[in-house]
């Protein structure tokens, strides 16, 4: 028996059934991004998704404070666009902690929801709520610029651009009315 060891394999890296006979075995190479995006493209998204999402939250911070100094809370927390933009910012932070084979199988429906919910909330904005000359303005308060503007467009460009696991049934689509109408009915019978 000579002094010299047989080289060991690192635990790490097995060879396979191939390589076997080979002198090194090869290095497992990392997983890819998905869809074969870059790390770094996907990176920037996450960093963006938190921005979006720290944004929003400031500017509903910001103007809950406001509705609680003017005495108007309650109806402050009844709207549609700060409810919608509250789920649309909780969303972002949450797909960006959970990874992409953790969230469970209705993680797309729920931000096709929310991405339908957030461009209602700036479509009706700019067709039934704002006044005509505002749309073309930007000194409407910094709030609004990133509640009824951004948010809608972020949502939406989120929605497009994100690879989604499944794609969405008409079925599954339908089911994503049921909180816009439930709110509706809601804001009807409130109001009577």
């Not at 396979?16 to 090869?26: K, V």
């Not at 960006?96 to 797309?108: E, I, Q, V």
């Not at 006044?131 to 709030?143: A, Q």
């Amino acid at each position: 028996m000579s002094g010299a060891q047989e080289p060991r394999s690192s635990p790490a890296v097995r060879p396979t059934p191939q390589q076997s006979g080979s002198a090194a075995p090869a290095a497992t190479p990392p997983p890819a991004a998905p869809s074969g995006r870059s790390a770094t493209a996907v990176r920037a998204a996450r960093g963006a998704r938190v921005a979006v999402a720290i944004l929003v939250l400031a500017a509903l911070l910001t103007s809950t404070l406001t509705a609680i100094r003017d005495g108007s809370l309650a109806q402050h927390l009844s709207f549609f666009t700060n409810q919608s933009n509250l789920a649309f910012a909780a969303l972002l932070l949450a797909g960006t902690a959970l990874s992409r084979r953790r969230r469970p199988p209705w993680w797309d429906d729920l931000r096709g929801a929310v991405a339908f919910y957030l461009v209602m909330t700036g479509t009706i904005y700019a067709l039934l709520v704002a006044p005509l000359d505002e749309l073309l303005r930007w000194d409407i308060g910094w709030t609004g610029i990133v509640l009824h503007r951004l948010a809608p467009v972020a949502a939406l460009l989120d929605w497009l651009l994100t690879p989604r696991r499944r794609t969405p049934s008409a079925r599954r689509v339908l089911a994503w009315l049921a909180y816009p109408v439930v709110y509706l009915v809601a804001t009807w019978v409130r109001g009577a």
